[in-house]
């Protein structure tokens, strides 16, 4: 018995080490391999890799995504795919107001509120202060093209009939944005407010070609998906049927500012969600990888704005002025605010004294509530780059971090917002062919939204002559050697 214990034993041990040098004969003479550990990546291979011609961009918003969401223990496929095909840039800015509307304006036209005249997520006729519904979003107004100033990358380059554009938002507010865009998806305003910003029905230029549609991308009626699963559905359908030899998408994922707003930042809830947003973005990934279009495909990554989450109740801002005896209009824009003197003659000497008595007054507020981190008077506009026409009003507030005011239109009510200074931080990635940097850019100058659409332009080579006269944004490729041009 014990002798046959001693030949098991030995052939165990002669199967062991069989199996190991049949495993290191193997290692030795095949090829080499590598894994997505940025450590043990050859630069060269991945780079002769990402030398094909690209075929599409895709651009993709993650609104209200503070820049540090993205780490590795938050959202560790983003933070890998990143290091394997891309960089990030540490220091990377929105617009003023930092908001959905004039970010996402900025973002796809290049230009800043100065030029585009979008300068928060409402408009109003400023030159008379006259809103059409106070206090409310006015998606009416955005569809008038004479508002905009400002062409978009999707108009600059629709005119190719060799590159398709897509338009894919879980929001309604900007979808003016995509107006000429070949396809869109997005939400129905009215079911949106209706139903709850988590579960609405999506609509589609697809819809009267495909009944189908609907179903393959989920609604708020059949799956109860929430809506960055279905426009990560959608944009996933439309890769498998892209009809065009180059296409650009323009993606918001959306659900990330509608938490923001609900429980603030940096949080268990907004972390729960970024998580979310991570798992969606490794099944895109997936499904680049599994068609054979990861190394002609283009990403760019950002975020329209940050969020911060609000501390206070909030000053009724418009009470203290109307006390003092100064007749004004605040236009509120979450965390910053624009204040109009309608009632005076911007001519006369009454002007300058009552706008110097307001400033002074503001300040006053300020030394002791502590509300604004900056108080800006028209004539100083252009530090911001905002509009110093008059449409903008003739004092601009940035409220301090975790602070907001009330006016009788506009009551406190988000326990998370943006607007501000302190809400400018954004994302800002790019990944993919042409791109030569790899990991994080400590840049120390920030680079700007409106960089993306001359960045993209450049490594594409796609003509933006109809844009380039209102582009105010520059050409990354050249300033930090991010990539090749075309």
């Known amino acids: 018995m014990k002798y046959k214990n001693k030949i098991a034993g030995l052939l165990i041990v002669l199967i062991f080490c069989l199996s190991y040098n049949i495993d290191y004969i193997s290692y030795k003479m095949g090829p080499d391999s590598y894994s997505m550990d940025p450590d043990n990546i050859s630069p060269d291979l991945i780079w002769t890799m990402l030398g094909e011609k690209v075929q599409r961009v895709i651009l993709i918003s993650i ?45 796809l036209t290049g230009a800043y509120p100065n030029t585009t005249k979008i300068f928060g997520n409402q408009y109003t006729n400023v030159s008379l202060w006259f809103h059409p519904f106070p206090g409310f979003m006015a998606p009416n107004r955005f569809f008038d093209y004479n508002i905009r100033q400002a062409n978009t990358i999707i108009e600059a380059i629709e005119p190719n009939l060799t590159i398709g554009t897509h338009f894919i938002s879980s929001k309604w507010l900007h979808w003016m944005l995509g107006w000429e865009s070949d396809s869109w998806v997005g939400p129905e305003f009215k079911i949106e407010f209706s139903q709850g910003a988590p579960r609405f029905l999506p609509a589609s230029s697809y819809s009267w070609a495909n009944p189908d549609y609907q179903s393959q991308v989920g609604n708020g009626y059949g799956e109860m998906l929430p809506m ?29 500012d509608e938490m923001g707003h609900v429980y603030g930042a940096r949080n268990a809830m907004a972390e729960r969600q970024m998580r979310e947003v991570d798992n969606l973005l490794h099944r895109l990934f997936v499904e680049i ?46 965390g910053s605010a624009y204040i109009g003197l309608p009632f005076i003659d911007k001519n006369t000497t009454g002007y300058k004294k009552m706008k110097e008595y307001t400033l002074n007054y503001l300040e006053l507020i300020n030394s002791r509530y502590w509300l604004f981190d900056d108080i800006v008077p028209s004539e100083n506009y252009s530090k911001y780059n905002i ?48 791109i030569k940097r790899r990991g994080v850019i400590f840049n120390e100058d920030p680079v700007s939204i409106c960089d993306i659409v001359p960045t993209i332009g450049s490594l594409m080579g796609w003509d933006l002559s109809k844009i380039e006269n209102t582009i105010n944004g520059q050409d990354l490729t050249t300033i930090y050697n991010l990539g090749e041009s075309v």
Not at 90 to 101: C, F
């Open 228 to 256: 960055d699963h279905w426009i990560i559905n959608a944009l996933i359908e439309n890769l498998r049927n892209e009809k065009f030899p180059q296409n650009f998408y323009f993606v918001n994922i959306g659900y990330t």
């Open 63 to 107: 609104d209200s995504c503070n820049p540090d969401y993205i780490r590795p223990d938050l959202m560790p496929h983003l933070w890998e795919f990143m290091f394997y095909t891309g960089c990030m840039f540490i220091n990377a800015e929105t617009i003023l107001s930092s908001d959905t509307v004039s970010g996402h304006t900025s973002m």
């Open 387 to 434: 509009p110093e026409d008059g449409c903008a009003g003739d004092i601009f507030l940035s409220f301090r971090k975790g602070a907001r005011i009330r006016t009788k239109n506009a009551p406190a009510h988000a326990n998370g917002e943006h607007g501000s200074i302190n809400e400018r931080k954004i994302v800002m990635m790019w990944l993919g062919p042409h």
């Open 289 to 334: 990888i599994s068609s054979g279009k990861l190394f002609n495909t283009l990403f760019v990554i950002t975020s329209d704005h940050g969020m911060e989450t609000i501390h206070e109740e909030g000053v009724n801002l418009e009470a203290l002025l109307n006390e003092a005896g100064i007749p004004c209009y605040i236009h509120n824009e979450g």
